[in-house]
Structure formats: structure tokens, C-alpha cells
């Protein structure tokens, strides 16, 4: 899921997040290897899993396809994967970030220094955009007909930091620590949630509505999220 938390970009990621769905399933099946190995099958004691499960219904991923996820991924634990993130710029010097997940260091190295390098990008060292970022929740519901007042007045209760609502979107941020209550609590209020996850979100973002840089953003936003080990993108770019 590349990006951050305009509207028009949460409507564009999902059009592409269904068009993908077969490719992001396998990714977040990677994520649940990961979940369990650290804590265990359980999602009653393992908060991470608790999390992953969260993102996975946000996916629209059937239950019981979670289930038989959940129980391929413990049969799984002799897969080493390593949550790696890599930094770089785009067009007009966008900070974007990369998370990924790899039994393979050097080949996802090479492979995403490789998509920035050919799609109009800089592959960075550690450090170089992420002090420019924040680790949040962020839980995305459908608000068509729904009344504003009382959706933030419940986000809120909740637990939320902050909830803002546009074009029939609501995009609800929480602390990282905070972000599976306030799912759930969201969830069993009645809401729809359409996407969530513990993220990275952007202090600021950076306009640019060149074309050149539209295009070239675009294809590198593309050909990051097409690697296989890359489970995320993320960027500064309004």
C-alpha cells in the first residue's frame, strides 16, 4: 500500500489493492510467518498477530482463508524472514520508504535499489527520510451517509488521536499501541472498515502536480510495490 492519507490516493490504492488481490494475500501471509513466530498462534497473547489479523480483514480477506493462513504460517516457522525498511527519494526529492520482508538480503537490496534507479529515483542510506515520518495507526472507514458528528464523536471515544473526513472517506489515526483497540472498538460499533494498519505517516507532505513528476512517481510507486518482498511503500508526496 503506497502513500499517505489523502483521499483520492486511499480511493486509487484500493481500485489497485483489488486488482492485486492474489499478490497482496500472499504478502500479508508473510506478515502472519513473522507475527507468529514471535508470539505464537494465538492473537488473544499476541498483539502483532492481533494486528495482522486487523489488516487482513481490511483486505477483505475471507476468515476462513485467515485461518488456513494462520495455520500454514506456523507450519512455516523454519522461514527466516527479516522485516528490513530502505529509504530513498523520487522526482523533485519525494522521501519515500520501503518495508519489506526477506529471507534474502542481498537480493531485495538489489532489486529495490534497481527499481529506484531505473524509475527516476535515489536509493538513500539508513536514516536519510525516515526522521521524516511518524509510526501510527490508520483505519480508513466508508462514511457515505453516515452522520459526522456521531462517527467522531465515537472515533474519539474510541481511543483515536485524530479523525478527519472527506468525500464520504473517514481516515481515523491512533498511537501504534492503541491502534488494535480502537479497531476493534470501531468495528464492533457497526463501521466499515475499508483498510487499516500500523503505518508510516508523513509530518509533511510535499505538493507537486507536475506531470512529469505524476508520471514518474507513479512508475516507481508501481514497480516498488510489484517486488515481492516489498509489503509496503510509503511517501511524502501530495
Known amino acids: 500500500m503506497s502513500g499517505h492519507s489523502k483521499f483520492a490516493n486511499i480511493k486509487h490504492k484500493k481500485e489497485k489493492a483489488d486488482a492485486q488481490k492474489g499478490k497482496a494475500f500472499t504478502k500479508l501471509g508473510r506478515e502472519l510467518v513473522v507475527a507468529i513466530k514471535e ?40 522461514v527466516d524472514y527479516e522485516e528490513i525498511i530502505y529509504e530513498g527519494y523520487g522526482p523533485a526529492g519525494i522521501a519515500i520508504l520501503v518495508e519489506c520482508l526477506t529471507e534474502n538480503h542481498n537480493r531485495t537490496a538489489a532489486d529495490v535499489r534497481y527499481a529506484f534507479n531505473r524509475n527516476g529515483g535515489n536509493m538513500g542510506t539508513s536514516g536519510c527520510v525516515s526522521f521524516m515520518f511518524d509510526k501510527k495507526g490508520q483505519i480508513i472507514i466508508n462514511a457515505e451517509g453516515k452522520d459526522e458528528d456521531e462517527l467522531m464523536d465515537a472515533v474519539l471515544e474510541a481511543g483515536a ?35 487499516g494498519s500500523v503505518c508510516w505517516i508523513p509530518q509533511n507532505t510535499v505538493a507537486n502536480d507536475d506531470p512529469e513528476v505524476e508520471a514518474t512517481m507513479e512508475k516507481l510507486i508501481d514497480a516498488l510495490e510489484d517486488l515481492d518482498d516489498v509489503q509496503n511503500v510509503y511517501h511524502n508526496w501530495d
Open 39 to 78: 508470539g505464537g498462534p494465538d492473537p488473544v497473547s499476541n498483539s502483532k498477530l492481533r494486528d495482522v489479523i486487523a489488516k487482513c480483514k481490511a483486505a477483505n480477506m475471507p476468515n476462513d482463508t485467515i485461518q488456513r493462513s494462520i495455520k500454514k504460517a506456523a507450519g512455516e516457522q523454519d
Open 161 to 195: 488521536d485524530d479523525v478527519t473526513i472527506e468525500d464520504g472517506i473517514a481516515e481515523v489515526l491512533t498511537e501504534q499501541g492503541s491502534y488494535n483497540a480502537v479497531y476493534e472498538a470501531l468495528e464492533e460499533a457497526g463501521y466499515e472498515i475499508t483498510e
